[in-house]
T-cell receptor, first 109, second 114 residues
């Protein structure tokens, strides 16, 4: 079957750094997405990785290792507005998005 | 980036009525549109995939006669929840795809069935 695992909840302090991990097992791989979702809103795109390595975009970075079926989202200089759920999603061989359950990130002052 | 709109953003209806939700791609042609449902504190669940001009492909467990999907043009898809019941209350989100990878999400529709 297809499976994506990420922690259910994480807590971090404002100004700190947090890493959210995602492991996946899917039928085929055509890229991995990270989305941010605030409560009651639709997901918003954060990053896309299809090749191994680190993609940096401002305070957010995303890493992919295809051989390990592993990705992480790194958030630096955390702000209170970063409190949200972070969804990992993998595009399989049929270009369908397979979603993780999401990681709820709680930022404390 | 590409923009997808959804209408209405919020709807409250009585049990037994039907509700139509529209999803539009505003600045690109969406060859494929997706409909998701999200219950509180849960992840997105794909309901169906629709390609312009053809019948939608429904995920297992989703009743196609209850959730009618029409993708009549490259910029518009509609989801009609027929004979809605309180258990259909949920957050419905559409997304649209022009090329084969990235999906762009609409803002979502909050449906409450009384």
């Amino acid at each position: 079957g297809q499976n994506i695992d990420q922690p259910t909840e994480m807590t971090a302090t404002e100004g700190a750094i947090v890493q959210i991990n995602c492991t996946y097992q899917t039928s085929g791989f055509n890229g991995l997405f990270w989305y941010q979702q605030h409560a009651g809103e639709a997901p918003t795109f954060l990053s896309y990785n299809v090749l191994d390595g680190l993609e940096e975009k401002g305070r957010f970075s995303s890493f992919l290792s295809r051989s390990k079926g592993y990705s992480y989202l790194l958030l630096k200089e955390l702000q209170m507005k970063d409190s949200a759920s972070y969804l990992c999603a993998v595009t399989d061989s049929n270009y369908q998005l397979i979603w993780g359950a999401g990681t709820k990130l709680i930022i404390k002052p | 980036g590409a923009v997808v709109s959804q209408h209405p953003s919020r709807v409250i209806c009585k049990s037994g009525t039907s509700v139509k939700i529209e999803c539009r791609s505003l600045d690109f042609q969406a060859t494929t549109m997706f409909w998701y449902r999200q219950f509180p504190k849960q992840s997105l669940m794909l309901m169906a995939t629709s390609n312009e001009g053809s019948k939608a492909t429904y995920e297992q467990g989703v009743e196609k006669d209850k959730f009618l999907i029409n993708h009549a043009s490259l910029t518009l898809s509609t989801l009609t929840v027929t004979s809605a019941h309180p258990e259909d209350s949920s957050f419905y989100i559409c997304s649209a795809r022009e090329v084969e990878v990235e999906q762009f999400f609409g803002p979502g529709t909050r449906l409450t069935v009384l």
